[in-house]
Structure formats: C-alpha cells, structure tokens
T-cell receptor, first 107, second 113 residues
Framework: AQRVTQPEKLLSVFKGAPVELKCNYSYSGSPELFWYVQYSRQRLQLLLRHISRESIKGFTADLNKGETSFHLKKPFAQEEDSAMYYC?????????FGIGTKLQVIP | DAGVIQSPRHEVTEMGQEVTLRCKPISGHNSLFWYRQTMMRGLELLIYFNNNVPIDDSGMPEDRFSAKMPNASFSTLKIQPSEPRDSAVYFCASAIDRVPPLHFGNGTRLTVT
C-alpha cells in the first residue's frame, strides 16, 4: 500500500519567516513525489516534482529516502504563498495525495 | 486548451436525490481520475480510468457511487441516493498514461441537505 502523511493541517508563519511543510510517505517501491498547490478559488496545480530538482517560486523539496520524507521548504515566506499544499506520491498505477496543509502567511 | 472542464461548479440537492457530476478531460489525455476533497480527509482518490476502462475503483465509498467513461472525452460520477455526508468538492483530473502531472478541473462543490 502507498500512503502519504502530512502531519500539519494548518501552518501559520509570519511574512519573511522560513517555511517547512512536512510530508512523509510509505511505499515499498521507488516513489515519485510531487507537491501540488491550490490557491484560493483556483484549481490544484503542480508546484514541483522531486525528479526535476528545481526551485519553483522559491520552494524546494528534497527526497530523503532514508527518512521517507519529501518536505517542502522556502527560506522566506511571502503573503502570496498562502494556500493549500498537497504532497503526492506516484506509486504503482495510481497517485495518492496527503490530507493537505493549509499555509497561512501572516503579514 | 481550456483544461479539464467540470460541471456543474456548484450543486445543492436534497438527501435522497440523484446527483451527476460531469468531466471533460484535456484532449489527448487518456487517464482520468475522480477525487473527493474534504476538510477531514483531504484528497481521496475515488476511481480512475485508463483508455476509458476503470482501473481502480477501490476508493469508491459505497455502491451509491458509480462512475462511467463512455468515451475519451467524457466521464460522469453519479451518486444515487445522495446523503449529507457526501457533501464535498469533487475534482476530476486527467493525465497522459497515468503519468503526472495531473491536470485538475475547477471542481464541483456538492452540498446535500
């Protein structure tokens, strides 16, 4: 079975503070991990994927197979980062999402 | 491309009524997913199709839920009879050969009273 765990439903940070959204996964094979973001009144969209090792909107995420984690990080939060963030795992035949973390950036 | 199109955007119905949600995937995408989003459970995969064939429906909560994909450009998710606990946002997403990224529609917000 494949599972994605996002332990925090809500994360509040002040503007300019560092952000870390946690994601842990469970999967017996070689996983492919993603972060999706949903801004208010918009559809879910892909933010980044681990295989591309890129930084999008200042966010990065590193796959740590030892800790089975794929935490999303940004050094300085901005107000426009406020949104729902979903961690997702592509395993055998399907994509599983975590419960989501609502990031609230306080001005 | 207009992206994944879902209709209606909002649906309010009374308990016991039949509800049909519709989805048009992106042209050329042969994989289609139905997800349900709630505060308590986040995004749950209900069912997905590949080349119009249902591959995994293990996430469908009960027999009251059914999904069809009669052709490559159209899918429906039906709830009959609907119950208040079915209230949620239902998302449709499409992809090519089940390979992410998934492209999501705007969702249908269902309220069952």
């Amino acid at each position: 079975a494949q599972r994605v765990t996002q332990p925090e439903k809500l994360l509040s940070v002040f503007k300019g503070a560092p952000v870390e959204l946690k994601c842990n996964y469970s999967y017996s094979g070689s996983p492919e991990l993603f972060w999706y973001v949903q801004y208010s009144r918009q559809r879910l969209q892909l933010l980044l994927r681990h295989i591309s090792r890129e930084s999008i909107k200042g966010f990065t995420a590193d796959l740590n197979k030892g800790e089975t984690s794929f935490h999303l990080k940004k050094p300085f939060a901005q107000e426009e980062d406020s949104a729902m963030y979903y961690c997702a795992l592509r395993g055998y035949q399907k994509v599983t999402f975590g419960i989501g973390t609502k990031l609230q950036v306080i001005p | 491309d207009a992206g994944v199109i879902q209709s209606p955007r909002h649906e309010v119905t009374e308990m016991g009524q039949e509800v049909t949600l519709r989805c048009k995937p992106i042209s050329g995408h042969n994989s289609l997913f139905w997800y349900r989003q709630t505060m308590m459970r986040g995004l749950e995969l209900l069912i997905y199709f590949n080349n119009n064939v249902p591959i995994d429906d293990s996430g469908m909560p009960e027999d009251r839920f059914s999904a069809k994909m009669p052709n490559a450009s159209f899918s429906t998710l039906k709830i009959q009879p609907s119950e208040p606990r079915d209230s949620a946002v239902y998302f449709c997403a499409s992809a090519i050969d089940r390979v992410p990224p998934l492209h999501f529609g705007n969702g249908t917000r269902l309220t069952v009273t």
